[in-house]
């Protein structure tokens, strides 16, 4: 199957997602990189791994919408299959919903339906919680409001940092993201071909 991976910064678990299919723990083809900003450090990874990656910005249009007309453009050019979600800190509009239904996935670091939004480690953290974790979901027009593919749990050691949890986190992203997405792709090909 076809992946695309949208991010918007560092590119840590488009990294993990592509060394997982080098090692053959997720049968995908990682057809293309895209990001949302110029100078995001996604692209000098993809570019270091040889995967093909396309940048533009919302600002470079009169309008949501023609820029993800554009993007769509592209996703289809390249025949992508599943669109991943990694980082990519905007809301997807209709446009791409329409063209991908149940076939976007989003990584949020929480424990859906708690802390939606741009900063659920941090908000997490500040709550003071014992336990929150990551969720892999499927993208819906809401706010990390997708019905919810798979979760993991992290604990909140006595001694947490905000800093240790991110890197705990991070972690369980980094092994979560890749082992979901190859479950998805396994349910797609069962329904497929049962």
């Not at 446009?95 to 480690?121: E, R, S, V, Y």
């Not at 092994?175 to 998805?184: F, S």
């Amino acid at each position: 199957m076809k992946i695309a991976v949208l991010a918007s910064g560092n590119g840590s678990n488009f990294e993990a997602i592509a060394n997982a299919i080098k090692t053959g723990e997720l049968a995908a083809e990682l057809s293309l990189v895209f990001s949302d900003h110029r100078d995001a450090f996604v692209l000098e990874r993809a570019k270091k791994l040889g995967i093909p990656s396309v940048s533009f910005e919302l600002k470079e249009f009169p309008d949501k919408k023609s820029y993800e007309t554009q993007l769509l453009r592209v996703l289809q050019a390249n025949e992508i299959e599943l669109v991943v979600l990694a980082g990519y800190l905007r809301l997807i509009g209709p446009t791409l919903l329409a063209a991908f239904p149940q076939k976007i996935l989003n990584l949020h670091p929480a424990l859906l339906p708690d802390f939606p939004g741009l900063h659920g480690i941090k908000d997490a953290f500040e709550a003071g919680v014992s336990q929150t974790g990551v969720t892999v979901h499927y993208v819906d027009k809401g706010m990390d409001t997708g019905p919810v593919i798979a979760q993991a749990v992290v604990d909140l050691e006595p001694d947490e940092t905000l800093t240790s949890l991110e890197q705990k986190i991070h972690a369980v992203e980094h092994r979560l993201y890749p082992q979901t997405i190859a479950q998805v792709i396994k349910q797609e090909k069962e329904q497929v071909h049962p």
